[in-house]
Every structure is written in structure tokens, then in C-alpha cells.
């Protein structure tokens, strides 16, 4: 049983969100809000959990991984299904709005949903759908460490999100560059041993959602250019992988702005377009929220390899559940083709051959990121605290011109004592 719950069934708390988000913009009024309800819920249960942390996902007496492969491969490609459905379900409330369709209750089957819904119900079915789309992109990304069909799985997803540059910039810049941010302190330059996703120290969210984004999508156009240009192909031709992947948007794009059109002409066709541009613009900035939390302020030296303390473990038991193991990120960078029920806490606490431990949860540290301010205080004892055990020697010189930059600086007093670690619950 122990085997059932820990290895399997906590992985399917997310999934399961998403799919009550769905219900609640299927049956309509007051209950299309319930998504972002569960998201404020996450929170909650995130921050009151933050003392217990897990070593990695479940394993059997021996040490092995109990999870089962089929199960929760196909609990992930699920979650395409998942995501159409969403956007099915939010572009037929969009056509009912465009449409003036009048608020009524209806039976299907036996069941009473309301059909039309207001303008303020809108804005909840908007809000609720990026939000669980967001937290669904965590699959796309498993999958994107994959061959084959799972690849391919990951690309419709991310391209479903407005996100179709991720699958290619995450595995070929972001786990080979990281810790080397591009328009930070450093002047460090794209293609020159840089990273987009990495957050430099002094920046906040919002600046790096916008930067991380552009720039892994820039990444893809750089790359392949060089790489039609070997082939003595052009930039523009279906042989382009960038080109393709977003071509994989389209499908989105014309249910949104097709619904909008039909329903209402010009204003419906505009009514689509912010609704589908607000679901997109929430799901990527969970995803760069993401790749902020999981490496901000660490650093790497140019040229050198990337070790388990340049990136944030953040194993409490909430997220490791509820995000499948990918707070483990120590273990995911050194062993980036292993699956997430393989994954596990490692290295030596407080030592250069360590991991940093976030020791709260994302969801704690998301509402901590959204308020630059907090998120600075506390982040700037953190990496004082990184500067001192775990940098190297050349690491903690780049450190310190960095904090003098952005001002960082912090006493040895205010951190003596302090660790990034944590105990185990479990």
C-alpha cells in the first residue's frame, strides 16, 4: 500500500486539480472560479507543510524505484488530453459570451450547469484555466528529456502554451549553460556558455519572465540558423525547427480567435484573442517562475561543469508531490534523462560538492517572488550563505562583485550558524 500511495498515487494530486478546474468552467456560474480556488488551496498546504521534506520519490527495501513506468508515463501524456480539453471547454464559454447567449440553468444527462455566463465569470474561467495549464506545463517538461513519441508529446503541449521554443532551449541551453545568466551582472553573452532561464542576483520575477522567454526562444533561432546553414537550407523552410514548433500553436489560435468570430464578429475575434493571450501569458509565467526558483543567484565559472550547488534542491513533501520530484534538481541536472520517480536528494550537505536546500516549498516561494522586495531580503542571506559553503573559491569572487552590484553585501554575522539544509520526514 505504502508503494501504492507514495510512488503513485500522491503524483496524481496536480493531474486531478486540473481536471476540477475543467469541471468548474464546464459547469459554469460561480464554479468556474474553482480553479483558481485550488491554486490558493496549493498554497496554503504548501507553506503549512514546509517543515517536512522527503529524500526522493519512493523505493522498495532495496533502494529501487517502486514507480511503475506505464502508470505514470501515461498519467503524463494524459495531461495533452487535459490541456485540449481546457481549451475547448474556455473557448466555448468565450463563443457563449461573444454570442450574448443569456445566463440559465441547463440539465445535460441528468446534471444542471449554467449556460452564458458574465463578464467577471469570464475573467475567473480565464484565470482558472493559466493557472492549471501552467502547473501542467511541468509534464511538457518531464517529457521534453525524452525520444520519440514522448518528445513529441511535450512539443504539442508546450506549443499549446505558447511556449514551443522550450523543448529544445531547455534540454539544449539551459542543462548544458546554467548558472551563467544572459543580461545580468556579468555581461555574460547568448552563445557564450549562457543561459536565458538562469535569474542573475537583483532580479526580479516579472523582468525574468520577460528576458527568459525571449531569450530561450532567441536561442532557437540562433541555433538554427547555424544548423540550415550546414545543411545549405534556408532559415525559411519547414525544415526549421523553431518554424515548426510554432506552427504547432495554430491549432489554439484558431479555436480561440474562430470561437470569438463566430460568435461576435470583429469584438468576439478580439474577446478570443485577450482570453487565449491571458491563458498563455499566466502559464509561461509559471513556467519562467519555475526556472527562477529552481537556480536564481547561483553561479557557475565559465567553462566549467556544472555540479549539484548550482542549483536549488527544494524537496518539501508537498512540492515533490505535487510538482512529480522536480524540485529535485540537483539530481534531475546531473541525470537529465532520468525520470522523475528515479530522482533523489544528493551530495554533501553544506560543501562544494552539495546541493543548496530552498527548504520552503515553490508554491511559498512563488507568492515570496511576486513581492520583489520580500523575495530579495530573504534570497540575500541565502546566497551569502551559498557564498560561503558551497562556492568555489573563483565562484565566490565573481560572488562578491555581483553583490557589491546589486547590493547584496551581508555581514558574516547576520548568517552565522545558518544552513540550506533540512531534516528528512521521510
Not at 519572465?209 to 540550415?228: A, D, N, P
Not at 518539501?316 to 525520470?339: K, L, M, P, V, Y
Request: overall charge neutral; proline content about 4%.
Amino acid at each position: 500500500m505504502r508503494n501504492l500511495i507514495f510512488g503513485h498515487l500522491v503524483y496524481l494530486y496536480t493531474p486531478l486539480g486540473i481536471l476540477a478546474c475543467l469541471l468548474g468552467v464546464l459547469m459554469g456560474g460561480d464554479w468556474v472560479w474553482l480553479g483558481v480556488g485550488i491554486f490558493g488551496l496549493n498554497i496554503m498546504l504548501d507553506t503549512l507543510s514546509s517543515a517536512f521534506h522527503t529524500k526522493g520519490a519512493a523505493t522498495n527495501a532495496k533502494g529501487q524505484p517502486v514507480g511503475s513506468p506505464a502508470f505514470l508515463n501515461l498519467m503524463m501524456y494524459a495531461q495533452l488530453f487535459s490541456f485540449i480539453a481546457l481549451q475547448i471547454a474556455l473557448a466555448w464559454r468565450v463563443f457563449q459570451y461573444a454570442s450574448g447567449a443569456p445566463v440559465e440553468t441547463m440539465t445535460w444527462n441528468g446534471y444542471e450547469y449554467q449556460s452564458g455566463l458574465t463578464g467577471l465569470q469570464l475573467i475567473g474561467a480565464t484565470l482558472s484555466v493559466g493557472m492549471h495549464q501552467g502547473l501542467g506545463i511541468m509534464f511538457g517538461h518531464e517529457l521534453s528529456h525524452t525520444k520519440g513519441f514522448s518528445f513529441l508529446i511535450s512539443r504539442a503541449m508546450m506549443a499549446l502554451s505558447g511556449a514551443a521554443h522550450f523543448c529544445f532551449a531547455h534540454v539544449y541551453n539551459h542543462h548544458l549553460e546554467l548558472g551563467r545568466a544572459w543580461m545580468g551582472p556579468e555581461g555574460n553573452k547568448m552563445g557564450d556558455d549562457t543561459d536565458p532561464a538562469t535569474a542573475p542576483r537583483g532580479r526580479s520575477l516579472y523582468k525574468h519572465f520577460v528576458i527568459s522567454h525571449i531569450g530561450q526562444s532567441y536561442f532557437g533561432i540562433m541555433t538554427e540558423k547555424k544548423r540550415l546553414k550546414r545543411m545549405g537550407k534556408s532559415f525559411f523552410s519547414l525544415s526549421n525547427r523553431w518554424i515548426r514548433g510554432y506552427l504547432l500553436s495554430l491549432p489554439t489560435v484558431a479555436l480561440f480567435l474562430g470561437a470569438g468570430y463566430l460568435a461576435g464578429g470583429e469584438n468576439g475575434l478580439l474577446i478570443g484573442l485577450a482570453v487565449m493571450l491571458v491563458v498563455w501569458v499566466i502559464s509561461n509565467f509559471e513556467l519562467e517562475a519555475l526556472n527562477y526558483m529552481e537556480h536564481y543567484g547561483l553561479i557557475r565559472v565559465k567553462g566549467e561543469p556544472i555540479e549539484y550547488r548550482h542549483s536549488w534542491d527544494n524537496d518539501n513533501a508537498f512540492t515533490s508531490w505535487a510538482f512529480i520530484e522536480i524540485g529535485r534538481q540537483a539530481d534531475h541536472h546531473d541525470r537529465g534523462e532520468t525520470h522523475f520517480w528515479e530522482l533523489t536528494s544528493v551530495g554533501n550537505p553544506s560543501t562544494p560538492s552539495g546541493a543548496p536546500n530552498a527548504r520552503i516549498g515553490y508554491y511559498t516561494e512563488f507568492v515570496l517572488a511576486l513581492i520583489p522586495p520580500l523575495w530579495h531580503a530573504v534570497y540575500k542571506k541565502k546566497l551569502a550563505i551559498w557564498d560561503r559553503d558551497f562556492a568555489s573559491p573563483e565562484e565566490r569572487k565573481i560572488a562578491a562583485a555581483i553583490n557589491r552590484k546589486v547590493g547584496y553585501e551581508v555581514s558574516p554575522e547576520a548568517i552565522s550558524g545558518e544552513k540550506l539544509e533540512v531534516s528528512y520526514a521521510m
